[in-house]
Every structure is written in C-alpha cells, then in structure tokens.
C-alpha cells in the first residue's frame, strides 16, 4: 500500500490524502482506520462519523468484491480529503465498470430477500452528493458535516 | 475480538434462542461469514426455530450483514420459524428502514417484547 502527500488530518486545509492498495480486505481496514482517524480528529458528530463510515465501507468493498472481483492484483485508488466542514472521497478500481440504472432497486419488494446490492442505495442516502464516473469504475462522494 | 471467539453467545429464554453478537461491529466479510453459519447451525438444530437476534452493543453493521440477516430469514421461514431482531440502536434501524427490510423483518424494541412477541404471534 502507498500513501502519498498529505498534511496532519486534523489541519482544517488539508490537501487530499492518496492510497493505491491490493484488493484485500485486510488493506483496506488499515486504509479505512486512517481514513476514519482523519474524519474523528475533525469534530463531526457520531451520526455523521456512523455515515461515513458505512459508506467508506461500502464504497471500498464494491471495489473489492464487485469492481476487482476479489483479484490481488487489480488495485483501488482512493483520494480523501476532510475538513471540519465537509468530507470527500474518490474511489476507483481497475474493473470493467458497471451502469448504476442497471443495478435492481433493492427497495423494490421483489427484491427485498435478495441477499445483496444495496451498498449504493446506503451511500446514496447517506451522503449529500455522489457521483459515478469512467464507465463506474469511480464513484466519488461528499458529505457535509450535519452541525 | 481475539482470533477464536465464538461470534455470538446463546441463551434460551422462554422457549426462544437468544442470540447476542459478541463484537460490536459486524463488518468484515470472514466475521459475517462466521456469524451466518452460527446462526444457520442454531436454526438446524430445531424443527420449529424461534431465534431472537439481539443487537445490544452492535453500533455498526455493512450490507453484507444485512443479506447474512435476509439469508437467515430465509432459513428460518423454511422450517415454518420464527425471527425477531431485537434492541437495535436508531443510527442501525435507519439502515433498515433505508433499504425498506424493516418490513421484512419483525423487530422489536426490546429483548422482553421479542420474546412476547412469539407467544402472540399463531
């Protein structure tokens, strides 16, 4: 795993913090505990530590699992910056990409025994902006602290 | 929680299982695979399961437990069982009701209500 350029997490104007890792979930616990660090040391409160941290989850685990399809050796890129005004991360695999309007709503009753895909419903809900792009191989997502 | 640690702790209760998590994050992929198969041998070892899941102390769970919970459903369904997930903490129970599965699973406030629940329910 790299780390790039990044000032002290709790510096309200910090620039972007980088991570390259392996599609492992173990890596990305230790990618998951900084970026949860940074968040912490920026004051938010514990709903919106409980938020982001679901997302973060979400967001590197389809990744992982759904972007890599477990693969060791694809990568996942991330990009996070927090300030104690707002949170924002870039997450990118090295997969084929998916389309959002294809994945089922998982909200549907039809769906509701299906034993997965709702990471994207989670994020959506819980962040105040996202955005998918390269072909959803990239989904990047910014939350505002709540007060 | 130490490598080892069974991830739930069983007791029976007025005639139910009572299932408590003993970690209070149900994340990782390895940790949910373990809580589900805990949970499916607990369902196997009766003809007409009544499971409680008890969420005390959990303050943190990801989709992937939310199908290991649906898989249990299932299971116990299945065997003509009954589920209840109980004492799940409101930032948790919004997950539920986000995804609409709080109208797939009876949940209840509190551990005594769940147990109540079984003897009401025909």
């Given at each position: 795993m790299s780390r790039k350029s990044s000032k002290s997490p709790a510096d309200s104007t910090s620039k972007p913090s980088h991570f390259v890792f392996p599609s492992d979930y173990a890596k990305m616990r230790e990618v998951q505990d900084q970026i949860m660090a940074a968040v912490h040391a920026n004051g938010y409160d514990n709903d919106d530590l409980f938020a982001i941290k679901l997302c973060v989850e979400e967001g590197l685990i389809n990744a992982i699992k759904h972007g890599n399809k477990l693969d060791a050796g694809k990568s996942v890129h991330v990009k996070f910056s927090v300030t104690p005004e707002r949170f924002e991360i870039t997450i990118r695999d090295e997969g084929a990409g998916f389309h959002r309007q294809a994945v089922p709503d998982p909200t549907d009753p039809a769906n509701w025994?299906?034993?997965?895909?709702r990471g994207l419903l989670l994020m959506e809900a819980y962040m105040n902006e996202i955005e998918y792009a390269a072909e959803g191989r990239q989904i990047r997502m910014m939350k505002l602290k709540t007060r | 929680m130490s490598t080892g640690t069974p991830p739930i702790s069983v007791t029976d209760l007025k005639g139910a299982r009572v299932v408590n998590f003993t970690d209070s994050k149900i994340l990782d992929e390895a940790n949910i695979k373990n809580i589900g198969d805990s949970i499916a041998a607990l369902i196997d070892e009766s003809p007409q399961p009544r499971i409680l899941l008890d969420f005390t102390g959990v303050d943190h769970l990801s989709s992937a437990a939310l199908g290991m919970l649906i898989n249990a459903n299932k299971r116990v369904k299945e065997k003509n069982g009954m589920l209840r997930l109980a004492h799940i903490k409101p930032q948790i129970y919004d997950v539920f009701v986000i995804t609409k599965l709080n109208m797939l699973f009876k949940i209840l406030p509190t551990r005594d209500a769940a147990l109540d629940s079984f003897a009401n329910t025909v």
């Amino acid at each position: 795993m790299s780390r790039k350029s990044s000032k002290s997490p709790a510096d309200s104007t910090s620039k972007p913090s980088h991570f390259v890792f392996p599609s492992d979930y173990a890596k990305m616990r230790e990618v998951q505990d900084q970026i949860m660090a940074a968040v912490h040391a920026n004051g938010y409160d514990n709903d919106d530590l409980f938020a982001i941290k679901l997302c973060v989850e979400e967001g590197l685990i389809n990744a992982i699992k759904h972007g890599n399809k477990l693969d060791a050796g694809k990568s996942v890129h991330v990009k996070f910056s927090v300030t104690p005004e707002r949170f924002e991360i870039t997450i990118r695999d090295e997969g084929a990409g998916f389309h959002r309007q294809a994945v089922p709503d998982p909200t549907d009753p039809a769906n509701w025994e299906k034993p997965s895909g709702r990471g994207l419903l989670l994020m959506e809900a819980y962040m105040n902006e996202i955005e998918y792009a390269a072909e959803g191989r990239q989904i990047r997502m910014m939350k505002l602290k709540t007060r | 929680m130490s490598t080892g640690t069974p991830p739930i702790s069983v007791t029976d209760l007025k005639g139910a299982r009572v299932v408590n998590f003993t970690d209070s994050k149900i994340l990782d992929e390895a940790n949910i695979k373990n809580i589900g198969d805990s949970i499916a041998a607990l369902i196997d070892e009766s003809p007409q399961p009544r499971i409680l899941l008890d969420f005390t102390g959990v303050d943190h769970l990801s989709s992937a437990a939310l199908g290991m919970l649906i898989n249990a459903n299932k299971r116990v369904k299945e065997k003509n069982g009954m589920l209840r997930l109980a004492h799940i903490k409101p930032q948790i129970y919004d997950v539920f009701v986000i995804t609409k599965l709080n109208m797939l699973f009876k949940i209840l406030p509190t551990r005594d209500a769940a147990l109540d629940s079984f003897a009401n329910t025909v």
